[in-house]
């Protein structure tokens, strides 16, 4: 080192290398200068040192005052300002200052750059705490959102699990991305069996499956859904058609379609139950038609037999007093067979229409067949061939002639209707036995004598599940209006009825026989009468009051009656013969009277004047009852009763039954 | 009292130094400061001098910790009475203000207290504080130091006073180098080229 002055002195060196090394060591910045401005302060020369911020200089320092510029590079710092008070004392340490102040804008710098990077540092230290608060926030927020989508992901699946309705998520191909637990329940699949199928080959019948998929691809493909309701099927793990009620929307993830969204209700069963209800409404209006339709003959064959009654009546009367070889008589027999014609065919009609009172007896089933043949021939057609079989030896049965028109007729239209078009129906008599052993080898047959009647046709036949129900009320194969459903349940009924009961055979296209086996009438009673001899007409002496608000019918009764040598009181309407019975108590045998009058019917006015007679029997007559006297159509015990139009012989021999009866009241 | 001049160790240098030198530590960290006054107070303890601490830099815990490393007991040394624990606030502010006189004559006291206990020197250690300026008194700071000079000669208490760098400004630490004529500089205890003596110093009131 050169000294530039030999006044130069070593303490003031030893402070300004103090000053240097002591100032490094200081932490604060802003003490720096004041420490290193007071250290100057006492080098030689110097009064006073101070550091000003280069915007307080003056443009030119003053006299005795010396600028030292604290600066390094481009930076700066701003000045040490010395105020010389000896400069000969001072100059020789001048260069030493310089240093000092280059050395204190040094440490400055390296205070400031210091600064900056530990404000970088906190900075970035902030950042990084800041960030990472942010991320474990994040963290935490995504946590909580992912635990509460897991939890809403839950719920929505249970909710999925226990709806009832089947929930459908497809993509943009068809293929299964969601399908709740209904849906794969009714198809018979696991979710991760059914993910990624394709739901139209799932769950879709092949006939119906293009057009199905069609309507989902136009949805698709228009971004919009002209099919959000409508119904369709599905096809379930059994096989069976099943079909849904379809909500459907187009989905959509950021305005794009990425498939559909669908909810479908299984209507299956409701509309079935709507179906069966419909039918059953139609079958209803049916029944309620042929009620309207059998009230409306009820009523017609009254008032026609009434009139039957009259024609029937007097042209008998007439014929006894005609002589056989006379031109009249033929005249008069011709009226009396176009007149029961009449009647059977009114007969026939009430038993069609179900009118007709239940009055059994015993008779010949083939007589009662052959006698309806002709109707039968007009209810089955020209197209369809009826043979008629009559079995040999036929046993007699017990039942009321209409019920045999009843079953006969409905046997007949149902083979009708098993015929296409043209065919075959025939109609045999039997006779049966039907031991233990047989009956054990064949269900629903029961042991016994029993005539068989049977109607057979070569129509298109019934499967088993068919023949299963066909007895059933309102079972019906035919089409909406051409039946009832009530035919064969009202034959089924009325065969049990009387005793009996019905088999059927049948096979799809190789036809039906029904054999309805009514039992063997092992009595005697009527016997002679089926034998067919002429029994004479029978007559008697006692009172008998007659009593028909149709002055016709009233006079031609009163006529046969007395014809027979009955003494014959009359009266047209209740009142009347009530009059009559109390004008003559205890004198009448037999009260004739008919069902159906206006104010008091005829049981009302049997039960008025019984008390008056005591032994009086009763007798009613009419060409058509309602309830009046019989309950479901079936006579009650114990009453008598005669169908209008009646002949000579049919009246004198009821009257003459009656009378000659026990007392049954 | 030993009359050796360079009979004293500080503890934290190997440089031995003459009893009643009045020393200055600059200090900018903790560390630094505890480094020096668990030493200076340990080594004081171990040669039997009396010793006394106003600062509340190092905990009782920690200064029994390090006594104990040497073999000592804080509690031994306190209960014997070679070693006293004072907060510098009650020392220094005592009655609310600071009073040059007061602290002189409690500093003879203690070197009297000493010589009177036998033992062979007696030292303190205290850290000055920079609110010292806000209490009535506190602008004769200086003074106080600079006659601590001339009492230590009479009554040679080694002495270290520690100020915090952090916390004073540049100036008045200029000043205070000024009147401590050893300084501590890189552990090492130097002359201070700075040290004004009681008469050359001028009076100057603290900023």
């Known amino acids: ?665 | 009292m030993g009359t050796d001049d360079t009979a004293i160790d500080l503890g934290f240098t190997s440089m031995r130094v003459p009893a009643g030198t009045h020393v200055c530590q600059l200090y900018a960290e903790d560390d630094e400061r505890n480094e020096v006054l668990l030493r200076f107070l340990t080594g004081g303890l171990r040669g039997g001098e009396a010793t006394a601490c106003f600062s509340d830099g190092v905990s009782e815990a920690e200064l029994a910790t390090a006594l104990t490393r040497s073999g000592l007991s804080l509690e031994a040394e306190v209960a014997a009475g070679r070693l006293s624990l004072a907060s510098p606030a009650a020392v220094y502010f005592e009655g609310g203000r600071f009073d040059p006189e007061r602290m002189l004559a409690r500093l003879t006291s203690f070197h009297d207290d000493a010589v009177a206990a036998g033992r062979p020197a007696a030292r303190v250690i205290g850290e000055m504080s920079p609110e010292i300026g806000s209490f009535p008194g506190g602008s004769r700071l200086l003074e106080y130091e600079s006659r601590v000079n001339r009492l230590l000669c009479t009554h040679p208490v080694t002495a270290v006073c520690q100020y915090d760098a952090r916390r004073f400004d540049g100036a008045t630490l200029m000043d205070v180098l000024s009147v401590h004529p050893m300084m501590i500089v890189g552990g090492g205890v130097v002359y201070n080229p700075f040290y004004m003596t009681p008469e050359e110093l001028p009076r100057r009131d603290l900023p």
């Open chain 1, 1 to 665: 080192m050169t000294f530039p002055d030999q006044e130069l002195r070593a303490d003031v060196l030893a402070r300004l290398l103090l000053i240097q090394s002591m100032a490094g060591q200081l932490p604060r910045t802003e003490a720096l200068a004041d420490f290193v401005c007071r250290g100057l302060a006492q080098v030689p020369g110097i009064a006073h040192a101070w550091h000003a911020a280069e915007t307080e200089l003056p443009v030119a320092a003053p006299a005795g005052v010396e600028r030292v510029p604290v600066r390094l590079g481009a930076h700066h710092y701003g000045e040490v300002v010395l105020r010389i008070a000896d400069p000969d004392r001072y100059r020789p340490y001048a260069p030493y200052v310089a240093n000092l102040v280059v050395m204190l804008a040094v440490m400055l710098q390296e205070r400031g750059q210091r600064t900056l990077q530990e404000a970088y540092q906190e900075e970035l230290e902030r950042r990084v705490a800041e960030r990472t608060r942010e991320l474990s926030e994040e963290v935490r927020e995504r946590r909580t959102a992912e635990a509460q989508a897991l939890a809403e992901k839950r719920r929505a699946e249970a909710y999925l699990d226990i709806a009832e309705a089947l929930i459908l998520e497809l993509d943009a191909d068809g293929r299964i991305v969601v399908l709740n637990q209904r849906g794969c329940d009714l198809l018979g699949v696991t979710p991760d069996a059914a993910r990624g199928q394709d739901w139209f080959e799932l769950a879709i019948a092949p006939e119906e499956r293009d057009a199905v998929r069609a309507v989902f691809e136009r949805a698709i493909a228009a971004a919009e859904n002209p099919y959000e309701y409508y119904d369709s099927a599905i096809v379930d793990r059994s096989g069976a058609r099943r079909v849904l009620a379809w909500h459907n929307i187009v989905h959509r993830v950021d305005g794009r379609v990425v498939g559909s969204l669908s909810s479908g209700i299984d209507i299956t069963a409701r509309q079935q139950a709507e179906a069966d209800k419909r039918a059953l409404e139609a079958q209803l209006r049916d029944a309620q038609k042929l009620e309207s339709l059998g009230r409306l003959a009820g009523g017609v064959a009254h008032d026609f037999n009434n009139m039957l009654a009259v024609i029937l009546g007097h042209a008998e009367l007439a014929i006894r007093e005609t002589d056989p070889d006379a031109p009249l008589y033929r005249d008069l027999e011709e009226i009396l067979e176009a007149a029961n014609r009449s009647s059977d065919l009114t007969r026939q009609l009430l038993a069609f229409a179900r009118r007709q009172i239940v009055s059994p007896r015993v008779l010949d089933l083939n007589e009662a067949v052959g006698g309806m043949l002709k109707m039968l021939r007009r209810l089955i057609g020209e197209d369809i061939d009826l043979a008629w079989m009559p079995g040999a030896r036929l046993w007699p049965v017990e039942m009321d002639p209409s019920q045999v028109d009843q079953i006969l007729a409905n046997l007949c239209v149902n083979a009708r209707d098993a015929i296409a078009d043209v065919g075959k129906i025939t109609i045999e008599t039997h006779r049966q036995v039907f031991d233990e052993d047989y009956c054990a080898a064949h269900a629903n047959f029961r042991t016994g004598e029993y005539v068989k009647l049977s109607v057979s046709d070569d129509g298109c036949g019934m499967d088993k599940a068919t023949l299963a129900q066909i007895f059933e009320p309102f079972f019906t194969t035919k089409a909406y209006g051409k039946g009832t459903g009530l035919g064969l349940a009202m034959v089924h009924g009325v065969v049990h009825q009387n005793n009996g009961f019905v088999n059927v055979y049948s096979e799809p296209g190789a036809g039906t026989t029904f054999s309805v086996y009514l039992p063997r009438y092992t009595g005697t009673a009527e016997r002679s009468a089926l034998d067919g001899a002429v029994e004479p007409t029978p007559t008697g002496l006692e009172t008998i009051l007659v009593v028909e608000d149709e002055p016709a019918i009233l006079v031609v009764a009163t006529k046969m009656l007395r014809l027979q040598g009955y003494t014959v009181l009359t009266a047209r309407n209740a009142a009347e013969a009530i009059r009559v019975s109390n004008e003559n108590a205890g004198g009448i045998d037999l009260l004739l009277t008919d069902v159906v009058m206006p104010e008091m019917n005829g049981r009302d006015l049997a039960k008025h004047v019984a008390p008056l007679h005591a032994s009086m029997k009763v007798l009613f007559m009419s060409g058509y009852t309602a309830n009046v006297i019989a309950h479901q159509g079936v006579l009650d015990p114990g009453t008598h009763f005669i169908q209008k139009p009646f002949s000579v012989q049919s009246l004198a021999a009821k009257v003459r039954e009656v009378l000659d009866g026990v007392d049954d009241a």
